[in-house]
Structures are given as C-alpha cells and as structure tokens.
C-alpha cells in the first residue's frame, strides 16, 4: 500500500454533545441565540423536537455550512402541561426532564423501547431532592425511568448529591439548568465517569453566562440569574472523526478534519493521540487534525490503554485491533455496557463472528489479532457499532451490517462519506 501524499477532507457533521447542550442552554436564556451548523441527525432533531413540545420556539434559516438553527430562548422553565417524545436520544431523557421540573405544570417524557431500558434512576431522585414529583408513565414501574412523569412548582436548589459512576449526563441535566433554580446549586457527584463530557457542560455554560465554579474537592456550584443569548458555531464532532483516522489509518492513507484542532472543547479528541500507538501518525493543529496510515499495511498493537474518559471511541480503535501485530487491551470501559447497547458485550460478540480472538470483563476487553472471515454485524440499533465496523470492512470482505441505517442517529450521511473517501 502507497500513502497518499494529498489529504482528503472528510466532512464530519457538528457535535452532538455541544448541539445537544446548546439547544438548551439557548432555550434557557432570556433571547434569541443563533446556532451555527448543528448536527442534524436523529437525536439532535428530538432534542429539538423536544424543546419546541415545551415551548421553545426554534426556527431554521440558511447558514454558510448548511442549516443554522435560531432558538428563541424563554428565559425560564417550561409552564403548562406537555409530552415529549425522547426517540432514542439518551440526553433528550437526561437534560430536558430536568429543564421542565425548573418551570410549573406536569410534563411528561417517553421515548422508544431502547431508551426506555437506560437507567434513569440517579435523576429521578435529584430531580425529587430537588423539589419536584416524579410520576411513572403508563406502563412504567415507579422510578425505574422513562415513561415518566414531572408535576413542578419549580425546583430549589441547595445541597445535591448526584450517583454519576455510571453516566456524567444525570450531573450534566443537573447541571445545565441550575441557574432557573431558586437558590444556589451545590453538586457532588461521586463516582464521576467521563469527565470530558462534563467539561464540555461546564465550558458552555459559561459560554451562555452561567457561573459554574468547581471547588477543590470537587463539588461544583452554580448560582442562580439565568442566561443570556450567545451564538455559536459548533464544532465538527470528535466521536464521529474517530472513524475517519481510524480509516486513514488502515487504508494508509491521510486524512484531514478542518474546524477539529487543539482547542476543541470536546475530549473525544484524545482518541487522536490513542491512534498514535497504533503507528498511525497524527497532526493536531489549531483548526484541523490530520491522520496519515503507518505506511506498513498494519497496526502496532502491544499496549493496554484505558478509554474510560472517552469510551465512545473505544468501539473505533477494537474493531480495528484485529489488524495489529499483536494484542490490544482497552480498560475501563464498564459504563459503555449502559448505553445504546451492551457495547463491551457487542463489540466481543461481534469480533468473535468475524473469527478474532477475544476476551473480555466487567471494564475491559482484549483483541488479539488474527485472521477474519465474513460475518453480518448485529448492530443493535447503535450507531456506533456501524460505524465502526465499517471501519474494519475497509480491510476485511464480506463484513455486512444487519442495520447500516441506524447512523442517522449521529451520521445520516455516514455511508455516502465513507464512499467518497475510501471508496
């Protein structure tokens, strides 16, 4: 294989985890605040979907990258009585059940089966603790999570503890709409997993004129006032990028993701410097990142790593970790069997079809190379098993997904792009 010598530009959507947090913290503040090339995928559409059912208004006009989106911010919570329908948009279940519970009125949530199935307990009882009444939704077993619903006089702040060992999106929902509450906030969250996602809440709130402040041990405090109207561009999403230098790498060739650099508020982008071990070169500029092949056909493998900080790409580098030159470890991952799918269990499922070796446990799993055979992917209507797979099907035949659809979730156009790239 030759490395060519002229990087591709890969053209990956805006991030979810800012559109997400944006679109509410917009909605909070008291004016309109232009969001500059969202993504538009599944999730994010419900997240918006999700607003506008409570009252926000959210407009679409012509951007310079697309569709910008204009949101009319309300300055408060939600008032009335409403139902917002989650998809499978795990942070439409986390954030905006807490945004209604900052306004007055019964609001209640469902969401497709899937979600229904995530954890939603640790919220349910911030949610309580704070002031509000959390009702199970027809056909729910009370407090087990979605369908569920909020009755509220708004909520009053104080003195929080937050159970975030499993997922930092119930601290996150807390979070984010602490300045509507009626006094101060301060959170403690033990057991805290994938601080990078709280980083980026912390960074936004800012951005839109809250006051988030983390003490010395750890507790966070907001206080209270609102926010104001910002606008924003949204940055490429680090996640999704992980496919396209994940593929650089494999095919040997390079591969450029312009408006992803150095400053990114996103910790996925340290899946960048994971792909360093592996051979692969990698260049983190200002404004872009560039992922160039090994040049030797296959991977460096030998290492353990742990991806606890940033287990969305975890997925990324094991389905690639059959093409090394000896075993690969990823530790620290036990939170990712909460999401969309057992993602450790899939993964090993998976790998195991195509005919690698693997072992796995409660947090880690190891990839010991070897050759592969074609298989049908059971994605599991999770976006990143595709994509990540897909991946791997650039140097194994006959990989086929049993769901290839199930990117829209992050990556409508996920199939088409990957065409363009590597054909």
């Not at 991030?15 to 995928?41: C, E, F, H, Q, Y």
């Not at 009702?135 to 009370?142: F, M, T, V």
């Not at 906030?185 to 951005?207: E, F, K, N």
């Not at 150095?262 to 994971?274: C, I, K, M, P, W």
Request: proline share 7%; net charge negative.
């Amino acid at each position: 294989m030759s490395t060519s010598t002229e990087p591709a530009l890969a053209r990956i959507p805006g991030s979810k985890s800012i559109t997400n947090r944006a679109l509410l913290l917009a909605a909070a503040a008291d004016g309109p605040s232009l969001l500059k090339a969202p993504l538009v995928s599944d999730d994010t559409v419900a997240f918006r979907d999700g607003l506008a059912a409570l009252g926000v208004e959210i407009t679409e006009q012509a951007g310079a990258d697309g569709v910008d989106w204009l949101v009319h911010g309300i300055g408060r919570g939600p008032r009335g009585r409403a139902s917002v329908w989650c998809a499978d948009a795990g942070t439409a279940a986390r954030f905006l059940p807490v945004f209604a519970a900052t306004g007055a009125g019964e609001f209640a949530f469902d969401a497709s089966e899937q979600l229904r199935a995530r954890p939603l307990r640790p919220l349910i009882e911030a949610i309580e603790a704070l002031g509000a009444q959390v009702l199970p939704g027809e056909g729910a077993a009370e407090g087990s999570g979605l369908p569920l619903r909020v009755r509220t006089a708004g909520l009053r702040g104080g003195e929080l503890v937050v159970d975030s060992s499993t997922s930092s999106q119930y601290l996150t929902g807390i979070l984010l709409s602490a300045p509507l509450m009626g006094r101060p906030l301060t959170v403690r969250a033990p057991g805290l997993v994938s601080r990078p996602y709280l980083d980026i809440t912390l960074a936004l709130m800012r951005h839109f004129g809250g006051d988030p402040a983390v003490g010395p041990d750890g507790r966070i405090r907001v206080g209270t006032g609102g926010y104001r109207a910002r606008d924003l561009r949204i940055e490429p999403d680090a996640s999704t990028a992980s496919y396209a230098f994940a593929a650089a790498a494999v095919t040997n060739r390079s591969v450029t993701v312009p408006g992803l650099g150095s400053g990114s508020l996103q910790g996925d982008l340290r899946f960048a410097e994971v792909l360093r071990l592996t051979g692969a070169q990698v260049e983190i500029g200002p404004d872009a990142i560039t992922a160039t092949g090994t040049g030797m056909g296959t991977l460096r493998g030998g290492f353990e790593v742990d991806m606890g900080d940033i287990s969305d790409t975890f997925m990324t580098l094991a389905a690639i970790a059959p093409l090394a030159d000896a075993p690969i470890t990823i530790r620290g991952i036990g939170h990712a069997r909460l999401k969309e799918s057992d993602r450790i269990a899939a993964m090993a499922t998976n790998l195991r079809a195509l005919g690698a070796e693997v072992a796995d446990g409660p947090d880690w799993i190891t990839i010991t190379p070897g050759p592969l055979r074609p298989a049908e992917i059971a994605c599991h209507r999770d976006h990143r098993i595709a994509m990540s797979f897909s991946v791997l099907g650039l140097r194994t035949p006959g990989i086929t997904l049993d769901d290839p659809a199930c990117v829209s979730k992050t990556f409508p156009q996920f199939h088409q792009e990957f065409a363009r790239l590597f054909g």
